[in-house]
């Protein structure tokens, strides 16, 4: 697999730029203190891909680098008896679509934006030390069947109430919503599952995105929807608010755009499901970065 496939953006239904550039200055101002601290880039094997190249700024600090959270199988991991060995090594389910998912995002929020960003992503466990704390924005893939534990959980608790910001994506149905729910509930207990509201700030810090809909995945096109029969047509967008109104965990359910990034170079993914997928993962970023 090449390191970068050639991406493809539709539209420029952007906001002006001007105030938002300027918040966002103010937002990227405290950041690079934490590039000290930053610990080194590494890559794992994935359960998709095995062999990938580096990009040539592997090595550098950026703003903004896509930092993929690692996490243990749950029970109903789809991979259990498949790969069986340590997740903290790779080859396990947190690695679905990497990195070619991740290098694909990376460079449409460098295409699309002006943030300084890292062509490769980093890999963050709850598990090592205080690193979590030195990437803002955090994503996660299958939420429906993650095993996260309720000594990462606290970590992941922490960080999110001193600002990170944590992206939960691709999971399907009443069944795998149920396993996220058990664990996110590990995280916040008492705080509610709300869906965000079209006026949210959140979908309208870069792109103005009321017309949402569902992403599926690559290998659910011709149905539509994985877990159909189970409560997996409809896109929800969801959230977690902090104390202040800040969204702290954006939830993308029934939709998988992770996806969307991944296949974005693809001919035989559709456009409309690649480009909202971006445009929704960019006002993301930019909102972790701003509130």
């Known amino acids: 697999m090449a390191a970068t496939g050639q991406v493809v953006f539709f539209g420029k239904n952007a906001m002006s730029w001007r105030s938002k550039l300027l918040r966002l200055a103010c937002g990227l101002g405290c950041l690079g203190v934490l590039y000290a601290f930053q610990k080194p880039f590494r890559q794992y094997r994935g359960v998709e891909y095995y062999n990938f190249e580096l990009t040539p700024d592997w090595r550098d600090k950026s703003e903004w680098t896509f930092a993929r959270l690692m996490f243990p199988p749950g029970p109903n991991d789809g991979y259990r008896g498949r790969f069986d060995g340590d997740w903290r090594q790779g080859l396990s389910l947190w690695t679905q679509d990497y990195p070619r998912a991740d290098r694909h995002f990376s460079q449409a929020v460098r295409r699309l934006t002006r943030v300084n960003v890292r062509s490769v ?6 598990e090592d030390g205080d ?29 999110l109430l001193r600002g990170g910001f944590f992206m939960a994506d691709d999971f399907h149905g009443n069944y795998e919503w149920e396993m996220f729910e058990k664990r996110i509930r590990f995280v916040f207990p008492d705080r509610p599952i ?16 009321d017309d949402r809909f569902q992403v599926p995945g690559a290998e659910h096109l011709r149905v539509g929807a994985k877990n159909p029969n189970d409560g997996g047509v409809g896109a929800h967008w969801r959230g977690i ?16 755009l992770g996806d969307g990034w991944e296949w974005a170079d693809s001919p035989q993914y559709p456009e409309r499901f690649a480009g909202l997928a971006i445009r929704i993962g960019v006002n993301y970023i930019l909102y972790a970065m701003t509130h």
């Open 241 to 256: 608010y902090d104390d202040k109104g800040r969204i702290m965990v954006a939830i993308s359910y029934n939709s998988d």
């Open 131 to 159: 690193d979590v704390y030195n990437w803002p924005w955090l994503y996660a893939v299958q939420v429906g069947e993650w095993g996260l534990t309720e000594s990462q959980a606290k970590v992941l608790r922490d960080y």
């Open 194 to 209: 709300v869906d965000i509201p079209d006026n949210d700030p959140i979908f309208h810090t870069v792109f103005d995105l």
């Open 121 to 126: 992503e980093q890999p963050v466990s709850l």
